[in-house]
C-alpha cells in the first residue's frame, strides 16, 4: 500500500477563517512533507517533518504552521490566509528523510481563499 | 546550486505514438534518486518511474522507461504505444542528500485521439 490520503479534497475559506488540512499515511514512512502548488507550476517544499523535527522553508509565512501529532498524521493549520494562498496543497512522505528516497503524494487539497 | 531543466514545455503525439520527454539536471553529487512524476488534470501527483544514480541498467515500468546518461546529466523518458490516459503533466525531479525534491518545471503532454 502505497498510499498517502488528504482531507478535505476541497476547502473554501475567508481570510478571517481558521482551518486545517490533514494529511496520513500508513506505510510507516519516517517523513513527511506539504507542498503548494500554484496552477501549471511544479510544486514548492513548504515544511518537512521527520523523526520528530521540523524543517521550515523559510519563504513560507507564519499563516502556515504544521503540527504532526503522531508519526502517520501531519496536519497543516491555517490562519489569516490571503487570496493569494489559494493553490493545490500536496502532501508526501518516504520511508527515510536520509536518504534518498522516493517520496510518495496524495492526491491533494484545493484550497481558495476568498 | 542544483537544477533540474525540462526544455519542452508541451508536447502532442497521436496515440500509440511513442514519445520521449527530456530532463537534464546539474549537481555535484555521485550518488542521487531521479524520479518522473505524472499529474493529470485530477492533479494528483503519481510516480511514473525511478533511477537510482549508481544503477547503470535504465529503469522500465511497463510502457515506460528511461534513458539516463550519467555522464551527460540527462534523463529522459519514453513512453511507448502511447494512450489517451497518459495525457498530463510530467515532472522531472531529483532528490538531493537533505532529502528534498527538486522539481523541473514540467512538460504539458497531450496525446491526441
Known amino acids: 500500500d502505497t498510499e498517502v490520503t488528504q482531507t478535505p479534497k476541497h476547502l473554501v475559506m475567508g481570510m478571517t477563517n481558521k482551518k486545517s488540512l490533514k494529511c496520513e499515511q500508513h506505510?510507516?514512512?519516517?517523513?513527511m512533507y506539504w507542498y503548494k502548488q500554484k496552477a501549471k507550476k511544479p510544486p514548492e517544499l513548504m515544511f518537512v517533518?521527520?523523526?520528530?523535527?521540523?524543517?521550515i522553508n523559510e519563504s513560507v509565512p507564519s499563516r502556515f504552521s504544521p503540527e504532526c501529532p503522531n508519526s502517520s498524521l501531519l496536519n497543516l493549520h491555517l490562519h489569516a490566509l490571503q487570496p493569494e494562498d489559494s493553490a493545490l496543497y500536496l502532501c508526501?512522505?518516504?520511508?527515510?528523510?536520509?536518504?534518498?528516497?522516493?517520496?510518495?503524494f496524495g492526491p491533494g487539497t484545493r484550497l481558495t481563499v476568498l | 546550486a542544483q537544477t533540474v531543466t525540462q526544455s519542452q514545455p508541451e508536447m502532442s503525439v497521436q496515440e500509440a505514438e511513442t514519445v520521449t520527454l527530456s530532463c537534464t539536471y546539474d549537481?555535484?553529487?555521485?550518488?542521487?534518486?531521479l524520479f518522473w512524476y505524472k499529474q493529470p488534470p485530477s492533479r494528483q501527483m503519481i510516480l511514473v518511474i525511478r533511477q537510482e544514480a549508481y544503477k547503470q541498467q535504465n529503469a522500465t515500468e511497463n510502457r515506460f522507461s528511461v534513458n539516463f546518461q550519467k555522464a551527460a546529466k540527462s534523463f529522459s523518458l519514453k513512453i511507448s504505444d502511447s494512450q489517451l490516459g497518459d495525457t498530463a503533466m510530467y515532472f522531472c525531479?531529483?532528490?538531493?542528500?537533505?532529502?528534498?525534491?527538486?522539481f523541473g518545471k514540467g512538460t504539458r503532454l497531450h496525446i491526441l485521439p
Open positions: 506505510m510507516g514512512h519516517r517523513a
Open positions: 549537481t555535484s553529487e555521485n550518488n542521487y534518486y
Open positions: 508526501a512522505s518516504s520511508q527515510d528523510p536520509f536518504l534518498e528516497d522516493t517520496q510518495y
Open positions: 525531479a531529483f532528490i538531493n542528500r537533505d532529502d528534498k525534491i527538486i
Open positions: 517533518y521527520s523523526y520528530e523535527k521540523l524543517s
